[in-house]
């Protein structure tokens, strides 16, 4: 009798999507980042006494859902077949209506910019405009090669730019306001850069650039970069008091950020994914 052929090559194996736990849905759908952009947005304006109403953090979760989702869906279109990284593929299998909820939430936050001021209206479009230059970058296949390789660093301060975006068009410039941003700031980099260090393999594979593919010793600056927030924050809180509760819950983002990379080889790499954004959600506390 014929001996069984042996495969001549093996699969990518990857969950179906009934089989992935609860928590690591906000993530795959994309709702994790929105979620740490209004609180991160509700935050500063509790200490900034700036009344937001109930429009622009919704507009800012919609803006923060149609960024991360459309990046993924853009990055899906170049993949090949399965993949490990459950977000992406997620994406890929289903790119079709995922693209139509998004047309769906550009729509909304359309119509809701529409109740913006002429000067918020004005500095969102400049702000657009900037995120626009860096889906440009990132997704061309000319310059992406380039551009990747501090994508990481591009993407934290896009994102606390959008964070802060709506306090800082309602309130003077002030010194600690200033300090507590660029805390923030520094906190998304070092989360980008943390997911990237452990994604390097995955993003071979996908052939993605990175930040942490061109920098071996990303893990070991870690710890460094790390002390950048406490002593930003800690500043804004000695010249301005009202500052101190989320100078506090920034300092202990970055200890938790710490304590994450400290324990991650010994978890499941989605789940590192969850916990590295949950951290951020700490400036909820304030609220």
């Given amino acids: ?22 928590w690591l849905w906000p993530n795959v759908l994309s709702l994790d980042a929105p979620l740490v952009a209004v609180v991160g947005l509700c935050a500063f304006a509790r200490v900034a006494g700036v009344e937001l109403g109930w429009e622009r953090p919704v507009l800012l979760g919609l803006c923060a859902w ?21 977000r992406h593929e997620f ?5 079709r209506w995922l693209g139509a909820v998004w047309l769906g939430a550009l729509l909304a936050a359309m119509t809701l910019a529409g109740r913006l001021s002429v000067n918020e209206w004005l500095a969102g479009l400049a702000l657009a405009a900037v995120v626009g230059s860096y889906f440009l970058l990132q997704h061309h296949r000319a310059l992406r090669g380039v551009a990747g390789q501090g994508k990481e660093l591009m993407a934290g301060a896009g994102f606390a730019a959008g964070t802060l975006f709506f306090v800082m068009m309602q ?3 002030s010194w600690p306001l200033l300090l507590l941003g660029m805390a923030w700031a520094v906190l998304c980099g070092i989360n980008c850069l943390l997911i990237a260090g452990w994604d390097r393999a995955r993003d071979a594979v996908m052939g993605q650039p990175s930040m942490a593919r061109r920098w071996p010793g990303l893990e070991g600056a870690l710890p460094w970069l790390a002390t950048a927030p406490p002593a930003l924050a800690g500043t804004a809180a000695v010249l301005a008091e009202e500052m101190l509760p989320l100078a506090m819950a920034l300092a202990a983002c970055a200890v938790a950020l710490l304590e994450l990379a400290r324990r991650a080889p010994g978890m499941d790499l989605e789940a590192r994914r969850v916990w590295a954004d949950t951290v951020l959600l700490m400036p909820v506390l304030i609220l």
């Fill in 91 to 95: 994406a890929r299998v289903n790119g």
């Fill in 66 to 86: 149609l960024a991360y989702c459309g990046d993924r869906l853009l990055d899906a279109r170049r993949l090949k077949g399965p993949v490990e990284s459950a």
């Fill in 1 to 22: 009798s014929a001996r069984p052929m042996k495969p001549v090559a093996t699969s990518i194996t990857f969950e179906s999507p009934r089989a992935l736990p609860w």
């Fill in 171 to 173: 309130v003077p410039w």
